[in-house]
């Protein structure tokens, strides 16, 4: 049985309605569903009706983490899942910083939050002792100070994750914030404002043992020998801010080294400054003042209203046309959008989302909804860059096909996955571009592709063959290491100098596990957990209406809208017939060709070609009888 080595044992269950507090045993969960999203997607599963609203206090918040989680060189990763206030949907997000990691020293791998408070609360897990605690003072508060507040009361070894006034007012794309600024979305920051739960805090000193500290060791060696550290400068492309005005700062015990890192505000504190957070309005601050400095105190807003930096991204975009073509006025909205790019702009956008104040109240049900309430003009000015789930297009299926599969299954938007076939490509086009430093050639990226994506062809982006098996290759990984967990700006080491091929180990992670847990697993063992848990979310979004093929879509604008360039790529080069370079400008994605591909991925998923839904077989075989039995009973198995 898994669980002696790598957890720390115990999950807490808090239901704020009776203000009973009790625990569960890790391994009644581990064997099958490793930790993270995994075990998240179970408890979910037993305990969250299908048909309740994300408001309901019967919805849970599930704060997991994996068997990694505070392993010195794999960082403090955790995942929260529940179901997301935007989409009425399970749904999922994953942060870093140090939260996570207090968490397990204080004895839980988890915690899972059920029913309402009747007044404003906090959670304090500290060691064995757990309280619930008032926040009336702290209600409607922004992040920052609620942070602050919380370590005057309980000091300032405690590590807090909170809500801005945008959760405790359950604005769709509001944020969870914890500590070191690490922001999750997914809309289920909204469900704390649900249940009249401001924070989480935690502390604690236990340890936890891992199994083989030898082969740990050895295994750390070797990453360090393998990660060539190329993916840092990646990362960095196109952000406008000056590198030397910030300072490297990683996740609690994460040796990797990604963009993160810090800068100091006027005021003196140090603020997050990575991926797409920092490069949210640059280009619009860098236009009206001639430099970013308000786009990073945009960012540092957003974390403290607790707003979603990406979907407020295309949010503006939305506003920014609807202003241009009269349909919205300063006057009419109380917002200038005369002065997008300002800070007096994003001041008053933010607080007003946050704070439902006029307009605002119709904007916090996300840039959809809000056009819908204004009308079609409003709507047609949308259709050609948003997702249905209300983020700015990135990485789509019109430039590397795979991403279809992707984008038409997962309840949010899938970056993990995303990341999975942009990283590998984008790094081959530096190359091209003559990025010398950057090993990833042709031959190399041929190379991995064999290994990652189960052939070469899952990176001819000239021909949909090839994508659905690829599709389910990084699927299956993605799953297990949302669950161990790990990050994705880092794994897979797809790339490795120390090799005479280049090519990473995609065994390393099974490697990795054993050594934590003290389970024997390989790669193709792991990847049996990760097709596991990629099957139970399945079989949730089934029961919550996502019933298989005719709801695995991609939005219109992919088949009738000509691809006009991407993040980092506006020629759309991409890899095409034995690794010649493809563009893929002005293309758009071949409907029946789509089709086809979901029909092979729904094949080689082992589930039912003409509908999409799971069969029996499958789901037995994966050890989720118990699964297909609930499925059958509501005409969701074929
Ligand atoms: S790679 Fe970056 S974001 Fe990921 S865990 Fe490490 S420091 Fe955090």
Request: glycine share 10%.
């Amino acid at each position: 049985m898994t669980g002696q080595y790598g957890y720390a044992g115990k999950i807490l269950k808090v239901d704020l309605s009776s203000g009973n507090i009790t625990h569960v045993p890790t391994s009644d969960y581990a064997d099958l569903f490793l930790g993270g999203r995994g075990i998240a997607a179970k408890i979910y599963w037993d305990e969250v009706p299908p048909q309740i609203e994300a408001s309901h206090p019967e919805n849970r918040l599930i704060f997991m983490t994996g068997p990694l989680c505070s392993v010195p060189g794999f960082a403090s990763r955790f995942q929260i899942c529940g179901k997301s206030i935007s989409t009425n949907q399970f749904s999922f997000c994953n942060l870093g910083g140090s939260w996570g990691a207090q968490l397990k020293s204080a004895g839980y791998d988890g915690v899972v939050v059920s029913g309402k408070a009747d007044k404003p609360v906090y959670i304090h897990v500290d060691g064995d002792k757990v309280e619930v605690r008032n926040a009336a003072h702290l209600k409607g508060k922004n992040g920052f100070y609620c942070q602050n507040e919380i370590k005057k009361e309980l000091g300032e070894s405690v590590r807090v994750l909170t809500v801005g006034p945008a959760g405790d007012n359950m604005v769709s794309f509001a944020t969870f914030l914890a500590s070191d600024d690490s922001v999750g979305a997914g809309g289920l920051a909204g469900v704390m404002g649900s249940k009249n739960l401001k924070a989480i805090s935690v502390r604690g000193d236990k340890k936890f043992k891992v199994a083989s500290a030898d082969k740990l060791s050895k295994l750390r060696r070797r990453i360090r020998q393998m990660s060539g550290g190329y993916v840092e400068p990646l990362l960095a492309m196109g952000l406008l801010t000056p590198r030397d005005r910030l300072k490297k700062s990683f996740c609690q015990g994460c040796p990797a080294g990604c963009v993160r890192a810090t800068y100091p505000n006027p005021e003196g504190s140090q603020r997050k400054f990575m991926c797409q957070a920092a490069m949210f309005y640059e280009t619009r601050a860098q236009r009206y003042y001639g430099n970013t400095d308000v786009a990073l105190k945009a960012t540092e807003l957003c974390d403290d209203y607790g707003l979603d930096t990406r979907a407020t991204e295309t949010m503006i975009m939305w506003l920014s046309r609807c202003h241009k073509s009269g349909i919205l006025t300063d006057e009419g909205t109380g917002i200038p959008l005369s002065k997008i790019g300002s800070y007096e702009f994003i001041e008053t956008l933010l607080q007003k989302i946050a704070h439902r104040e006029g307009f605002g109240d119709t904007l916090a049900k996300g840039t959809h909804k809000a056009a819908r309430s204004l009308g079609s003009d409003a709507q047609k000015l949308i259709k050609d860059y948003m997702t249905r789930s209300g983020d700015n297009e990135l990485y789509g299926p019109r430039l590397y096909i795979t991403t279809g599969i992707f984008w038409a299954m997962e309840p949010r938007l899938p970056i993990q996955q995303l990341h999975e076939v942009s990283v590998p490509v984008m790094l081959w086009g530096a190359r091209q571009k003559g990025l010398k430093e950057v090993p990833v050639t042709t031959e190399v990226l041929r190379a991995m592709a064999k290994r990652f994506f189960g052939g070469e062809l899952g990176v001819d982006f000239s021909t949909y063959d090839g994508k659905a098996l690829a599709a389910v290759r990084i699927q299956d990984r993605e799953y297990a290491k949302e669950s161990l967990i790990l990050c994705d700006l880092f794994w897979p080491i797809y790339f490795s100098e120390a090799a005479p091929d280049g090519v990473g180990d995609p065994s390393i992670e099974s490697q990795i596990c054993s050594a934590v847990t003290g389970r024997e697993v390989d790669e193709v063992g792991l990847y049996k957990i990760g097709e596991r848990i990629c099957n139970l979310q399945r079989a949730i979004l089934a029961r919550e209406g996502h019933k298989g093929r005719e709801y695995d879509l991609i939005d219109e604008y992919n088949f009738t809208t000509p691809l006009k360039g991407d993040f980092g790529n506006p020629d759309c080069i991409v890899p095409g017939k034995d690794g010649e370079l493809f563009s893929r400008k002005e293309v758009v994605v071949d409907r029946e060709q789509f089709e086809n591909m979901k029909g092979e991925f729904y094949r080689i998923r082992g589930w039912d070609v003409p509908s999409g839904l799971q069969s029996r077989a499958k789901l037995e075989e994966l050890g989720l009888g118990s699964v297909a039995r609930t499925l059958e009973r509501e005409g969701l198995l074929r």
